[in-house]
């Protein structure tokens, strides 16, 4: 899977998890863009999918992205989220690239009156400073415990979160609910992108290393242009064998590749000290051992990593269809198919969820059983008014929803009562019925969430609610209704919650 084409798959699910009701993207109109592009039920387990379902994901994904990109205004915008955004970046690489080539450059010093001092050339420090970056790259690893995106420390936090923020600047311009959905979006693809994020940084500082190395040695070339040069040495604390020594170990690999001596011209290591009245040779010749060590310091071992690390985009880039979100995401959808438009009851017991509470459990029905279902609220009843909301239902659907409030203290006269006459009722029908029993925690938090011993409270509310349901053979599903992310959450297992008349009796 391509980048892109994981943009448009992100982006389309950010924007059908937010506009849950279909206001921008009709709910219908997503059951038959996902027929269109054959993608239907499949007995793996989400993970498990083929390239053929890859290919029917991104392509709905596309067609969803052009019929957004093909309507006016925030649609259009939030629709360019799924391109590469035209940024900065780009250019700002390119003018580290010439910065880095411009400072080798400049900062080159072959020396004062045409003489190059041997032992104090600038190529030695960053043929050293080099070798101690291949160190700490080959060490840190090590002890990055397999989160190796994360090891790129100060700079990658900061080039992700420059980045986040532009994004995060064009979604601000936008209405709901594209703007709600653009930094849904956001936060997955920054997450999904970010091991991609620090292999190209990289692949910058070993291109920026090899930059700098070259512009010194440019600058070293067309120095010597114009100018000729003689080579020698002076040093206060070496005598000419330990600096025939030193010059054999800095530059033997490029004498032994070029097959150019140390020293490569008639003059001997003595003679070319300055400090005893020594004129120096030629520096023609030791200027391409200079050019020999540098490759084989700085540009061939810079460029093993810069094949290293395209070849570790190449992997995430082939890894990428594989993240668990996509196919998740490819169940939900033939789940929509599979679900048809069928009728959700809730029955809202010893609670009144207000609109924004009714939205989630709206959403969590629609990722569990489908966007296609209409989701239906009974009025509330009260405390006391089991038989009146058992009356009122009328006839069952195949799927029902008993929503009650962790907040209230389980009973088994009144919450157990309506669990077991909605098994007994669905038992008797014949038919294949589904119950799901929720429980929000929201005015439980408002009302406790802020006293220490909260944590202890709210799982022995749990566990008391649990003891209630167990006779029953049915697990509860617990959320917050002011957070659709626990929603969200608990759909993506929900399947264990629902309790289903026929395999009951299996």
């Keep these: 899977m391509s980048p892109e084409s994981a943009r448009e798959i992100l982006l389309t699910k950010s924007l059908e998890a937010v506009d849950r009701d279909g206001t921008v993207l009709a709910l219908k109109q997503r059951v038959q863009a996902t027929k269109d592009a054959g993608i239907e039920p499949s007995q793996d387990e989400p993970g498990n999918w083929s390239p053929t379902e890859e290919t029917r994901l991104c392509s709905r994904s596309r067609v969803t992205i052009e019929r957004l990109a093909g309507q006016r205004g925030d649609a259009i915008r939030y629709a360019g989220f799924s391109s590469a955004q035209r940024s900065r970046l780009p250019l700002m690489i390119a003018a580290v690239f010439v910065g880095a080539f411009v400072a080798g450059t400049m900062s080159n010093y072959l020396g004062q009156d045409g003489v190059i001092n041997l032992l104090a050339i600038p ?30 420390g100060v700079v990658t936090e900061k080039v992700g ?45 070993h291109t920026s290393a090899i930059l700098l190395a070259a512009g010194v040695l440019a600058g070293m070339y067309l120095r010597g ?71 084989l310091y700085i540009f061939l071992p810079r460029l093993l990593f810069i094949i290293w690390e395209y070849i570790g985009l190449g992997r995430w880039r082939l890894d990428l269809g594989k993240a668990p ?50 989701v239906d609220f009974s009025e509330p009843a009260s405390y006391g008014e089991e038989d009146q909301l058992l009356e009122g239902m009328g006839a069952l659907p195949g799927y029902v929803v008993l929503l009650m409030s962790l907040s209230a203290t389980p009973e088994g006269e009144a919450h157990g009562f309506l669990i077991r006459e909605l098994q007994t009722r669905m038992r008797a029908s014949g038919e294949e019925m589904h119950l799901l029993v929720l429980l929000d925690e929201n005015r439980f938090r408002q009302r406790f969430g802020e006293l220490p011993e909260f944590s202890r409270r709210l799982e022995e509310r749990h566990s008391a609610w649990d003891e209630l349901a167990r006779p029953f053979g049915i697990q509860i599903g617990y959320f917050n209704s002011d957070d659709s992310a626990t929603a969200e959450q608990l759909a993506r297992s ?8 026929v395999r009951s009796d299996v």
């Design 123 to 152: 190529i030695f420090g960053l043929i050293a400073w080099n070798v101690v970056m291949y160190v700490v790259m080959l060490v840190t690893p090590m002890f990055s415990k397999g989160d190796h995106h994360r090891v790129g």
């Design 161 to 205: 979160r420059w980045l986040k923020r532009g994004l995060e600047s064009r979604a601000a311009v936008l209405d709901e609910p594209f703007r709600a959905s653009a930094q849904k979006f956001i936060g997955e693809w920054s997450d999904m992108y970010a091991p991609a994020h620090w292999r190209v940084l990289r692949v910058v500082a």
């Design 225 to 295: 242009l114009g100018y000729e040069y003689k080579a020698g040495w002076e040093s206060t604390f070496l005598d000419a064998d330990g600096v025939t020594r030193w010059l054999r170990i800095l530059l033997g690999p490029g004498s032994a590749f070029t097959g150019i001596g140390i020293p490569p011209g008639e003059m001997t290591i003595a003679q070319l000290d300055l400090a005893r009245g020594g004129g120096g040779e030629k520096a023609d010749q030791w200027i391409h051992l200079f050019a020999a060590n540098t490759a």
């Design 325 to 374: 979100v996509f196919a998740r995401y490819y169940a939900k959808l033939a789940k929509d198919i599979g679900g048809g438009d069928q009728l959700v009851r809730v029955l809202p017991f010893h609670c009144t969820p207000e609109p924004r509470h009714r939205d989630t459990v709206r959403g969590l029905i629609h990722q569990l059983w489908g966007g296609a279902a209409h």
């Design 494 to 501: 929900g399947d264990q919650l629902v309790w289903s008349s």
